[in-house]
C-alpha cells in the first residue's frame, strides 16, 4: 500500500505540464528527442600539483686535488648536479565529467549561465537578480591523468666562475700560468695585507670608508683564488605541475595512495612512466565523511528503479551534487610536503531537485547548491 502511494506522488510529480516549470532537465541519453536547451555537465574534482626544486650544479676546481693545501675537505672532487624539493603546492579545478552530462530545457523567461568547460553556474528567473560570488571562478582544467603540464626553470643564483671574474678585472693576471703551490702563497700574501689594513700598518692615511673598501676587494680576491681549489656552485629553480582526478575507491572508508610523480636527488622530477628505482610522491585521500548522513538519504530516495526510471524519462528540475570532503597528504615513504583539506565531487553523490521553478546558484568547483530562492 505505501509502495502504490509512493508511486502515485511521483506519478502526479511529472503529470503536470512542462510549461508549469520554468526549466526541466534530463539525462544525456534521453535528450535526443528534444531540440530547445543546453547541455552541461556536472564538475569533478582535479587535484592540481605545484612542485618547486632547487637544482645545484657544483664544477670541480682545477686544483681540487690540492686543496689539501689549504686544509680543505670540502673541494668539489667530482663534477655534480643534485636536486632537493622546496616546496609542494596543493589545488583544485573543476573539469567536466563525461558520465554525468545532462540536457537542460528552459523557456524564454529564464536565463542559463554555463561555463566554458560545460558546468553549470546558474539558473536565473528573469527579474531575478543574481548575487555575485567568487565561488565557480576557475582556471581552465587540465588532462585527467596526472602528467607534467609545465617546466620552467628560472634562474634564482648563479655565482661566476672567480677566476674568469677576476681575469676580467685584472686581478689575477698572472692565471692561469700559476701553480696551485703559487696560488697557495698568493692567497696567505692577500690575507697578510688585509691584517696590514686592520692593524693600520700601511703607508698613507685613508678614510674608514676606503679601508672597507681595500679590504673587501682583497677579500674578492681571496675568495677567487680558494675558488680554484672548491669549484663553483649554480643554484636553479625549477617548477613542474601535475594534474590528477581520482575516483572514488569502493570502500571509501580505506584511504586512497594516488602516484603523482618521482623524485630523487640525483635525477630530481621525472614522470611516473620513467623507468627508473626513484621513490614514488603520492596523494594520500582520506574521506572525511562530512556527507554521509545526506547521502544515504539521497541514495534512499533515488534507490527504488521505477523512480529512477520515471525521472530519467520525464525529467526533473535539475541534477546537481553532493560533494565530499576530504584531507589530501602529499607525501613520499619517508616524508609529508604538505596537506590540505578540500571538497571533491566525485567523492560524493548526485542528487536531483525536482522543482524547476527557483532560482538556482551552483559551486562551479563542486557542482554543489550555493543558493536556492524563488
Same mark, same amino acid.
Given at each position: 500500500?505505501?509502495?502504490?502511494?509512493?508511486?502515485?506522488?511521483?506519478?502526479?510529480?511529472?503529470?503536470? =505540464? *512542462?510549461?508549469?516549470?520554468?526549466?526541466?532537465?534530463?539525462?544525456?541519453?534521453?535528450?535526443?528527442?528534444? /531540440?530547445?536547451? +543546453?547541455?552541461?555537465?556536472? $564538475?569533478?574534482?582535479?587535484? %592540481?600539483?605545484?612542485?618547486?626544486?632547487?637544482?645545484?650544479?657544483?664544477?670541480?676546481? &682545477?686544483?681540487?686535488?690540492?686543496?689539501?693545501? !689549504?686544509?680543505?675537505?670540502?673541494?668539489?672532487?667530482?663534477? =655534480?648536479?643534485?636536486?632537493? +624539493?622546496?616546496? +609542494? /603546492?596543493?589545488?583544485?579545478?573543476?573539469?567536466?565529467?563525461?558520465? #554525468?552530462?545532462?540536457?537542460?530545457?528552459?523557456?524564454?523567461?529564464?536565463?542559463?549561465?554555463?561555463?566554458?568547460?560545460?558546468?553549470?553556474?546558474?539558473?536565473?528567473?528573469?527579474?531575478?537578480?543574481?548575487?555575485?560570488?567568487?565561488?565557480?571562478?576557475?582556471?581552465?582544467?587540465? $588532462?585527467?591523468?596526472?602528467?607534467?603540464?609545465?617546466?620552467?626553470?628560472?634562474?634564482?643564483?648563479?655565482?661566476?666562475?672567480?677566476?674568469?671574474?677576476?681575469?676580467? /678585472?685584472? !686581478?689575477?693576471?698572472?692565471?692561469?700560468?700559476?701553480?696551485?703551490?703559487?696560488? %697557495?702563497?698568493?692567497?696567505?700574501? *692577500?690575507?697578510?695585507?688585509?691584517?696590514?689594513?686592520?692593524?693600520?700598518?700601511?703607508?698613507?692615511? @685613508?678614510?674608514?670608508?676606503?679601508?672597507?673598501?681595500?679590504?673587501?676587494?682583497?677579500?674578492?680576491?681571496?675568495?677567487?683564488? +680558494?675558488? !680554484?681549489?672548491?669549484?663553483?656552485?649554480?643554484?636553479?629553480?625549477?617548477? @613542474?605541475?601535475?594534474?590528477? %582526478?581520482?575516483?572514488? $575507491? &569502493? &570502500?571509501?572508508?580505506?584511504?586512497?595512495?594516488?602516484?603523482?610523480?618521482?623524485?630523487?636527488?640525483? #635525477?630530481?622530477?621525472?614522470?611516473?612512466?620513467?623507468?627508473?628505482?626513484?621513490?614514488?610522491?603520492?596523494?594520500?585521500?582520506?574521506?572525511?565523511?562530512?556527507?554521509?548522513?545526506?547521502?544515504?538519504? %539521497?541514495?534512499?530516495?533515488?534507490?527504488?528503479?521505477?523512480?529512477?526510471?520515471?525521472?530519467?524519462?520525464?525529467?526533473?528540475? &535539475?541534477?546537481?551534487?553532493? $560533494?565530499?570532503?576530504?584531507?589530501?597528504?602529499?607525501? =613520499?615513504?619517508?616524508?609529508?610536503?604538505?596537506?590540505?583539506?578540500?571538497?571533491?565531487?566525485?567523492?560524493?553523490?548526485?542528487?536531483? !531537485?525536482?522543482?524547476?521553478?527557483?532560482?538556482?546558484?551552483?559551486?562551479?568547483?563542486?557542482?554543489?547548491?550555493?543558493?536556492?530562492?524563488?
Amino acid at each position: 500500500m505505501k509502495k502504490n502511494v509512493f508511486l502515485l506522488i511521483v506519478s502526479m510529480l511529472f503529470a503536470g =505540464s *512542462l510549461f508549469a516549470q520554468s526549466y526541466r532537465t534530463y539525462t544525456a541519453s534521453n535528450a535526443k528527442s528534444l /531540440q530547445n536547451g +543546453i547541455f552541461y555537465s556536472l $564538475p569533478e574534482t582535479e587535484l %592540481v600539483v605545484t612542485v618547486k626544486v632547487e637544482k645545484t650544479t657544483r664544477v670541480k676546481g &682545477i686544483y681540487s686535488d690540492k686543496a689539501y693545501l !689549504l686544509g680543505l675537505d670540502n673541494s668539489a672532487v667530482n663534477n =655534480s648536479v643534485s636536486y632537493k +624539493i622546496k616546496d +609542494i /603546492q596543493l589545488g583544485t579545478k573543476a573539469v567536466a565529467s563525461s558520465s #554525468n552530462r545532462y540536457f537542460l530545457t528552459y523557456n524564454g523567461k529564464t536565463s542559463v549561465d554555463v561555463s566554458e568547460n560545460g558546468i553549470l553556474r546558474s539558473i536565473t528567473l528573469v527579474g531575478e537578480k543574481l548575487e555575485k560570488t567568487n565561488a565557480g571562478k576557475h582556471q581552465q582544467c587540465l $588532462p585527467q591523468s596526472a602528467t607534467v603540464s609545465n617546466q620552467t626553470p628560472s634562474l634564482l643564483n648563479v655565482r661566476p666562475t672567480f677566476e674568469t671574474d677576476l681575469i676580467s /678585472q685584472g !686581478l689575477m693576471t698572472s692565471y692561469p700560468f700559476m701553480s696551485a703551490e703559487k696560488v %697557495v702563497a698568493e692567497i696567505k700574501a *692577500l690575507r697578510q695585507k688585509q691584517v696590514d689594513i686592520l692593524s693600520g700598518s700601511m703607508e698613507g692615511t @685613508y678614510l674608514n670608508t676606503t679601508v672597507d673598501y681595500m679590504y673587501n676587494q682583497l677579500d674578492e680576491m681571496i675568495k677567487g683564488y +680558494i675558488t !680554484l681549489f672548491t669549484g663553483v656552485a649554480t643554484t636553479e629553480e625549477e617548477e @613542474y605541475t601535475f594534474s590528477v %582526478v581520482p575516483q572514488k $575507491p &569502493i &570502500i571509501v572508508e580505506e584511504d586512497l595512495l594516488v602516484p603523482i610523480f618521482k623524485f630523487s636527488k640525483e #635525477n630530481g622530477v621525472s614522470e611516473l612512466n620513467e623507468r627508473n628505482e626513484d621513490a614514488k610522491i603520492v596523494a594520500r585521500i582520506h574521506s572525511l565523511n562530512t556527507a554521509a548522513s545526506t547521502i544515504d538519504a %539521497v541514495l534512499a530516495q533515488t534507490s527504488d528503479r521505477d523512480f529512477k526510471a520515471k525521472i530519467e524519462k520525464n525529467g526533473v528540475g &535539475i541534477y546537481y551534487t553532493i $560533494p565530499e570532503q576530504v584531507k589530501v597528504t602529499i607525501e =613520499s615513504s619517508s616524508e609529508v610536503f604538505t596537506n590540505k583539506v578540500v571538497k571533491l565531487a566525485q567523492y560524493g553523490t548526485t542528487a536531483v !531537485l525536482t522543482d524547476g521553478t527557483a532560482n538556482i546558484q551552483f559551486d562551479e568547483a563542486t557542482g554543489a547548491i550555493l543558493k536556492l530562492w524563488k
